[in-house]
Nanobody
Framework: QVQLVESGGGLVQAGGSLRLSCAASGRTVSSYAMGWFRQAPGKERKFVAAIINSGGSTAYADSAKGRFTISRDNAKNTVYLQMNSLKPEDTAVYFC?????????????????WGQGTQVTVSS
């Protein structure tokens, strides 16, 4: 079993930056693809970014391209999401997810383990 704990969320002004972290425990996730999703109040959970186990391949939602960067440190069993040029519409709870299957996935059903989420609020 894998446990995921997100951190780094908070309140930031539009144009600012945040770096989210996702620490995994229970087993190493170096062989897992990892992803970030977000969910705004009253809306469905949506894909933000994903990274393959080696870190050699990534994928981003259109809303994240050019502003967000996903990365991982397998030695620390941790995945990051650097978010720059934040906008009020980025406000959501951000969730980390792990995928114990081959390849990347861009949907919630493609991931096997989830964290509890961290709140990101961007003020205008």
């Amino acid at each position: 079993q894998v446990q995921l704990v997100e951190s780094g969320g908070g309140l930031v002004q539009a144009g600012g930056s945040l770096r989210l972290s996702c620490a995994a425990s229970g087993r190493t996730v170096s062989s897992y693809a990892m992803g970030w999703f977000r969910q705004a109040p009253g809306k469905e959970r949506k894909f933000v970014a994903a990274i393959i186990n080696s870190g050699g391949s990534t994928a981003y939602a259109d809303s994240a391209k050019g502003r967000f960067t996903i990365s991982r440190d397998n030695a620390k069993n941790t995945v990051y999401l650097q978010m720059n040029s934040l906008k009020p519409e980025d406000t959501a709870v951000y969730f980390c997810a792990a995928r114990n299957r081959i390849g990347l996935a861009l949907t919630t059903t493609g991931f096997d383990y989830w964290g509890q989420g961290t709140q990101v609020t961007v003020s205008s």
